[in-house]
């Protein structure tokens, strides 16, 4: 079983940055395609960013192109989620998430996609 630690949330004023970390089970993470997900309040969790295993395919919800950056380092099982010039509609509950993935070069964009999730971490930015 996949194991997945989210940290790095927290409460920032609009304008500002935080950087989220998820943190995945050894010998495992190389494997797995990762996204980060956000879910507002009563709504479903959305897509937010999305990366293939090597790292090399990226892919962004519109609202956050130009101001948040998904990476990964192999070596360490780790995933990141930058996030810079937050706005107060970014407050939500964000999620780490991995797939299963037998391709390098593809990452997944539905939910219903991913096999793994972590437990989230609250993101607040304040206006």
């Known amino acids: 079983q996949v194991q997945l630690v989210e940290s790095g949330g927290g409460l920032v004023q609009a304008g500002g940055s935080l950087r989220l970390s998820c943190v995945a089970s050894?010998?495992?993470?190389?494997?797995?395609?990762m996204g980060w997900f956000r879910q507002f309040p009563g709504k479903e969790r959305m897509l937010v960013a999305a990366?293939?295993?090597?790292?090399?395919?990226?892919a962004y919800a519109d609202s956050v192109k130009g101001r948040f950056a998904i990476s990964r380092d192999n070596a360490k099982n780790t995933v990141y989620l930058q996030m810079n010039t937050l706005k107060p509609e970014d407050t939500a509950v964000y999620y780490c998430?991995?797939?299963?993935?037998?391709?390098?070069?593809?990452?997944?964009?539905?939910?219903?996609?991913?096999?793994?999730w972590g437990q989230g971490t609250q993101v607040t930015v304040s206006s």
């Open positions: 998430a991995g797939h299963n993935s037998g391709n390098y070069y593809s990452l997944k964009r539905e939910k219903y996609e991913y096999d793994y």
């Open positions: 050894p010998r495992t993470f190389s494997s797995l395609a």
């Open positions: 990366i293939s295993r090597n790292g090399g395919i990226t």
